[in-house]
């Protein structure tokens, strides 16, 4: 299976400018970028490779994920 990366700027096209103005000066947003980030490629790796890996366990990190990029949403919002 080829699962693509969720990337923030494709998933929040309308927000790309504003995105990579927060990860150079917003501490706190960069911190939960780069989580989101490692996180999506972790997943995109597991499910690329098709490790035996238990569903809960990705269903677990989809669940960050989704957590993560509300987050980050949420603060691109407020500005």
Same mark, same amino acid.
């Given at each position: !299976? ?7 700027? *494709? =998933?929040?096209? =309308?927000?790309?400018?504003? &995105?990579?103005?927060?990860? @150079?000066?917003?501490? *706190?947003?960069?911190?939960? $970028?780069?989580? $989101?980030? @490692?996180?999506?490629?972790? &997943?995109?790796?597991?499910?690329? &490779? =098709? ?5 809960? !366990? ?5 669940? =960050? ?7 980050? $949403? ?6």
């Amino acid at each position: !299976m080829n699962v693509e990366p969720h990337d923030l700027e *494709h =998933e929040f096209p =309308e927000h790309k400018d504003a &995105i990579a103005l927060r990860k @150079t000066s917003d501490a *706190h947003f960069a911190g939960l $970028y780069q989580r $989101y980030r @490692t996180l999506d490629r972790e &997943i995109c790796r597991l499910e690329n &490779i =098709e490790l035996p890996v238990s569903d809960r !366990m990705l269903e677990d990190k989809k669940k =960050e994920r989704l957590f993560l990029k509300d987050q980050l $949403y949420g603060l691109l919002n407020a500005s």
